[in-house]
């Protein structure tokens, strides 16, 4: 049985009469010598780039930094959840992969991998550090569908990373075993009929014979265990991918971690009717990671 308890049902939990409005649904008031803002720029890497943008907290800082990985494509990108947390203090690095929407290079499920590395290796320069007031000791991760194994392969691999959100998170080492099967070969080919477009450098055989020779590699589940104890939510999505989602968590338990909060709820793989309910869920996991200055 699936027993993550929602960080949403806790907040919602609490006297309304002792709760300060939610950044999630509040904006906060205005800081006139360091406001809020954005930085768009280039990340350089390999045979490409990461077209990238920073939403700035306001206020003299260090901030806590959330990095925010979109899927495949990404035709959602969950910009409302980085203002969200940037309205609660963070610091957002969004970014699309190199060959995804514009991004130099070609694109690759390897070479996403790689530039979610790059990424959080940017946040850890000194200089970034100080231009954008970071605090590298307070950086969390979160991805969506094939995002959210973007932000656990990272984080596994940087200990110092203190949270990872998974947003119906796609195994994409799953999907090499199912490419063995009619079924699965004919629904990888109408997955990617619609996600390609965005994508250069790349084809449906292509992505295919990456995931179906690499199914170790990229096997969320093991990047999941990986991860270790530290804290991890996990929210699905039943008309999405929901039932693989309960199969993380228990991952995450099997590996020790009693750190694992999360829900799954009846929307579809876009949260398209829980958008609310998902920044609040996101302002307060990130609360429950770093206690808040408001």
């Known amino acids: ?43 350089p890497v390999k045979d490409g780039a990461i077209n990238a943008l920073i939403y700035t907290a306001s206020g003299a800082g260090p901030h806590p930094t959330l990095i925010l990985f979109h899927g495949f494509p990404g035709n959602e990108q969950n910009l409302d959840l980085a203002q969200a947390a940037r309205r609660n203090g963070w610091n957002v690095l969004t970014m699309h992969y190199r060959g995804s929407w514009g991004s130099p290079g070609a694109f690759s499920f390897g070479g996403a991998a790689e530039d979610a590395h790059a990424a959080l290796a940017y946040l ?21 569908s094939m995002g959210g194994f973007m932000a656990a392969d990272a984080a596994a691999d940087d200990p110092a990373v203190i949270g990872l959100l998974l947003i119906d998170a796609w195994d994409i080492g799953a999907n090499g075993r199912d490419l063995a099967t009619a079924a699965g070969k004919q629904a990888w080919h109408e997955e990617a009929l619609g996600d390609l477009p965005p994508l250069a450098g790349t084809s449906e055989a292509a992505l295919a014979s990456e995931i179906t020779t690499n199914i170790d590699r990229f096997d969320l589940r093991r990047r999941i265990a990986a991860y270790g104890k530290r804290p991890i939510a996990i929210y699905g999505a039943t008309r999405g991918i929901g039932d693989a989602n309960i199969g993380y968590s228990e991952a995450a338990r099997t590996a020790g971690n009693l750190h694992v909060t999360g829900a799954i709820w009846a929307t579809d793989h876009a949260f398209s009717d829980k958008r609310i309910a998902l920044s609040l869920a996101l302002v307060a996991w990130l609360d429950a990671l770093v206690p808040p200055r408001r």
């Open 1 to 43: 049985m699936f027993k993550l308890v929602s960080a949403l049902a806790l907040l919602m939990a609490a006297p309304v009469m002792a709760q300060t409005p939610s950044p999630a649904i509040t904006d906060p008031a205005p800081d006139a010598a360091l406001p809020a803002g954005n930085d768009a720029f280039v990340l």
């Open 124 to 144: 850890r320069n000194p200089a970034i550090m100080a231009k954008y007031h970071i605090d590298p000791a307070r950086v969390a991760l979160a991805g969506h």
